[in-house]
């Protein structure tokens, strides 16, 4: 017998409720993903990882906060689900908008690679780079934006908090390419750690949310 599946239905309504920000995103990505299918242009691959996987999850983050709903009103607590479900649709809902993003980039790196002979060098050198940063990028901000959002300090000031996550996650990841190029790692592994600590982080920032809002009164 079939159950509903109360985190499917919040992230549906997720994306339901940031459609517009997600459509502009999605048609941004397109736009750009077909500029360098046609031209072959270095500049315009220099900037197509970033946007295909940094920006669809940063206009998800962008509608949250902009319609405070970091702050859990007191209707949805009041909804017959479970706190901890809405934490993983938020969760969820970041980390799924990035894996459209990942595959929209590989897909669009390669064509193009096969297409113009010409940037095949670049983007082998550079792509895993790219999409690491903007990976680690995504995972940082969504790690730090509920805990730092769901502050006393934060209530109806999702905008001003997510400049201040925005602004946290640059730091870290230039703090960890200035610590690996100093301990003189190779660019390779500094782009992995670029994924891998943030990952962590955001698995971390989860249960730490989860346990929160767990324990909070509405």
């Known amino acids: 017998m079939r159950t509903n599946n109360p985190i499917k239905g919040l992230l549906m309504y997720s994306f339901y409720s940031a459609r517009g920000n997600v459509g502009l995103a999605v048609m941004v990505a397109l736009a750009m993903g077909a500029a360098l299918l046609i031209t072959g242009n270095p500049i315009v691959y220099s900037f197509f990882p970033i946007v295909a996987v940094g920006i669809p999850p940063y206009l998800i983050m962008i509608k949250m906060g902009a319609k405070n709903q970091l702050q859990w009103e007191k209707y949805q607590a009041s909804m017959p689900v479970k706190r901890k479900n809405m934490v993983a649709a938020f969760y969820l809902s970041i980390l799924i908008a990035a894996i459209f993003g990942l595959i929209l980039c590989g897909i669009i790196l390669g064509a193009s690679v096969i297409l113009h002979e ?30 730092i959002g769901s502050t006393k300090a934060a209530e109806n000031r999702g905008e001003a908090f997510f400049s201040i996550c925005f602004g946290l996650a640059i730091v870290v990841m230039l703090l960890i390419q200035w610590l690996g190029s100093r301990a003189g790692i190779s660019p390779a592994i500094i782009s992995l750690s670029q994924v891998i600590i943030p990952a962590v982080a955001y698995v971390i920032s989860y249960f730490v949310v989860s346990n929160m809002y767990a324990k909070n009164d509405f």
């Open 118 to 147: 010409s940037i095949a060098e670049v983007v082998a050198e550079t792509a895993f780079g790219q999409v690491s940063y903007a990976l680690g990028m995504v995972l940082l901000m969504g790690g730090l934006l509920l805990p």
